[in-house]
């Protein structure tokens, strides 16, 4: 690559390979005895608040763990009361903090004491009870505080549809359907563990609840299709009090022998804490009782890898990312090199990732039926769910690293495998999805049930882009009909100003930043107007501090797209999309982006980053990009994201920046440095 003149604030380029030592010699410190990585993996603090109150529920009290969970969420509170779904929100969510407040009145805290009175206040001067989620309100009728005829009904006698059925429960995505099912044995049930008398919510109705309105809301017409469904959940919970359920107890032990076979290794459900949480309760309802093996697994789990400690607090995550955060830290260590020094963590994390990869079949097989299994779970143990962006992300990892193995041939079969299930999990329209094949059944966003992040798993670009990459990186031609496919489909996806939605990562730059590197990888035509149109666009979206951020309210609001404080996670997601253009106008952004993350790069090898750069649900329902210049006002939610499901991966801040420094050093762009 030619050399361009530097500025005058130029740094030297030793700079740069100092920070890119510094930062592997921290990773290779992170890296656990079994060979791989993890990092904390922050949500909200509605999972420990639901924690604490399905504690209540089993009739748990005297787990330790408890006063280190109540830190937390007293840690987390907002100045103002309220608790919130990502860092900096502008403002809290009702959601999030009804559940705080319901959970610390359970655990016992005093209604009078500084916290309680904050988030009491915050909860009356918003009306928030009138406008909390479905989820929410299950919560409060499993305490006894919300009637449970006014929540959605969710008839067991859903596992009966067959396949081909539009309400089939595989029809929804993976992790709706793992939550639908124990769910539904407690909506039939409706079984209450209220709380003590002195610790009810009654401070929450000051007019009395005979003077609350508990109904569900109703959006639309009558005449609507939502309003059709609004009259079957009457119905429905009506059927709930009616004496004859002809198929009912069938309909429920189904679910609770689907719900058994489903419980992994480590004790939990689908890797995601809503399936576990509710499949507890809703065995324990229809009589396993606490000491059962299986309830003591799913209990015991709570007390491994799913917590995180930190300064006396303990922190339940909603999941966990071993497999995805050692796939990108083997990335990251590959493109500085891969060096002597770091050969035998990458040797012991090969080994642990070719260990993970999972030949059983899940529920993907219900209609994709002719192709073996062969993908990887974002989770360490969830083999029903193996998902299609870990897999893409490993195939790139184990191709790169495969020629400094001592013996490649176990990756030979692995690719193998992975290769021929990606293909097959291509969805009609080009993209991929990141659990199913097809999942677009939207009829069922509109049930009254789903008013909360997403019930369908419809193809993205930015898993998408991780598949073409992937393929590219095997030597994949661009014109197999499968990366065809898939270019289409990136191309119709694209913006007008240029850039591309990102589904599972802050956003238009996390969707960007992957379309790039993929295009380069099957040798599509960098200089393309679409492709330049692109760049231009991360260029435009730089700050001025070097960096680039973007604020996870730009999933509701389109002036948002790539504006927000920076960060080193998108600074580098960005940079690795202008290197993959690799045009000499770009050089002054890039050299701009890799003096920020030089200059920001903390003395132990890291970088600090309180931001939420990882997305778990947008809170479109539909599971994928919505036009919000006509759409916005159907989502029933502001900047504070209260449909949405937002996180923040603590290894993001370390292997993205990691990839982009050692990509810079190994293409020459320190000449700009």
Not at 193 to 201: A, H, T, Y
Not at 233 to 248: C, E, G, I, S
Not at 293 to 319: C, T
Request: hydrophobic share 40%.
């Amino acid at each position: 690559m030619q050399a361009t003149p530097c500025s005058a604030t130029a740094r030297p380029a030793f700079e740069l390979e100092r920070a890119a030592r510094r930062a592997i010699e921290w990773l290779l410190a992170q890296q656990q005895p079994e060979g791989f990585w993890v990092g904390f993996l922050q949500s909200n603090c509605c999972m420990e608040a639901e924690w604490i109150l399905a504690m209540h529920f089993l009739g748990v009290h005297d787990d330790p763990k408890l006063p280190g969970v109540i830190r937390t969420i007293l840690r987390e509170q907002r100045p103002d009361g309220s608790w919130q779904v990502y860092y900096g929100a502008p403002s809290g969510d009702i959601n999030t903090t009804v559940e705080c407040y319901a959970a610390l009145r359970a655990a016992g805290l005093d209604p009078q004491s500084e916290a309680l009175q904050k988030a009491r206040q915050w909860i009356l001067q918003h009306h928030a009870l009138s406008q909390i989620r479905n989820f929410t309100r299950y919560w409060l009728a499993l305490i006894g505080e919300w009637p449970w005829e006014e929540t959605p009904a969710l008839p067991p006698e859903i596992i009966l549809q067959p396949d081909w059925s539009p309400f089939s429960i595989y029809r929804f995505a993976s992790w709706a359907r793992g939550t639908i099912v124990p769910l539904a044995i407690l909506s039939a049930r409706r079984p209450v563990r209220p709380l003590p008398l002195e610790r009810r919510l009654d401070e929450l109705f000051p007019q009395g609840r005979g003077n609350f309105d508990f109904r569900l809301p109703r959006q639309h017409s009558w005449l609507s299709v939502e309003g059709l469904f609004y009259l079957a959940d009457r119905f429905l919970n009506w059927y709930v009090q009616f004496p004859w359920h002809p198929l009912r107890e069938y309909a429920i032990r189904l679910c609770l022998e689907w719900i058994v076979r489903r419980q992994e290794a480590d004790g939990a459900w689908a890797g995601i804490q809503p399936p576990w949480i509710y499949s507890l309760m809703a065995l324990h309802t229809e009589g396993y009782a606490l000491d059962h093996p299986v309830m003591r697994a799913g209990l015991d789990a709570f007390n491994q890898h799913w917590k995180y400690e930190q300064d006396g607090a303990i922190y339940l995550q909603a999941s966990e990312s071993p497999v995805w955060d050692t796939l990108l830290s083997i990335i990251a260590l590959l493109d500085c090199g891969p060096l002597p020094e770091t050969l035998p963590a990458l040797e012991r994390a090969a080994e642990w990732i070719l260990s993970k990869q999972i030949h059983a079949w899940g529920d993907w097989k219900v209609y994709v039926r002719h192709v073996r299994g062969g993908g990887w779970a974002f989770e360490r143990a969830n083999r029903f769910y193996p998902d299609v962006d870990d897999t893409a992300v490993a195939v790139l990892a184990l191709a790169r690293l495969k020629p400094h193995l001592r013996d490649p041939r176990p990756v030979d079969a692995a690719l193998e495998l992975a290769t021929e299930w990606i293909l097959a999990m291509q969805s009609s329209n080009g993209g991929w999805a990141a659990f199913d094949k097809d999942n677009t059944t939207y009829l069922l966003t509109r049930i009254p049930f789903a008013d909360f992040g997403e019930l369908l798993d419809p193809p993205s670009v930015d898993v998408t882009a991780h598949v073409v990459e992937a393929l590219g990186t095997l030597g994949w031609p661009k014109h197999h009909p499968a990366i065809q496919r898939a270019l289409r489909y990136i191309r119709q996806e694209q913006e007008p100003d240029g850039s591309w939605f990102g589904r599972w990562g802050v956003n238009h730059i996390y969707g960007t930043g992957a379309v790039l590197p993929a295009l380069r990888a099957i040798g599509e035509d960098m200089r393309q107007p679409y492709v330049l149109k692109a760049a231009d666009w991360l260029v435009a979206h730089q700050n001025p501090d070097g960096g680039w951020g973007e604020t996870p309210a730009s999933y509701v609001n389109p002036a948002l797209r790539g504006r927000g404080t920076s960060t080193a996670s998108q600074t580098a997601w960005a940079l690795l999309g202008l290197m993959a253009v690799d045009d000499p106008r770009y050089r002054p952004a890039i050299a701009r982006g890799l003096a920020f993350l030089v200059e920001r790069q903390l003395e132990s090898g890291t970088w600090d980053e309180p931001e939420y750069t990882g997305t778990g649900f947008p809170g479109y329902s539909v599971g994928e990009r919505i036009d919000l210049a006509t759409r916005s006002g159907q989502l029933r939610q502001g900047l504070e994201l209260q449909r949405a499901f937002m996180i923040n991966y603590h290894l993001y801040r370390h292997y993205f920046p990691l990839m982009a420094i050692g990509r810079a050093l190994r293409a020459g762009y320190t000449a700009c440095l």
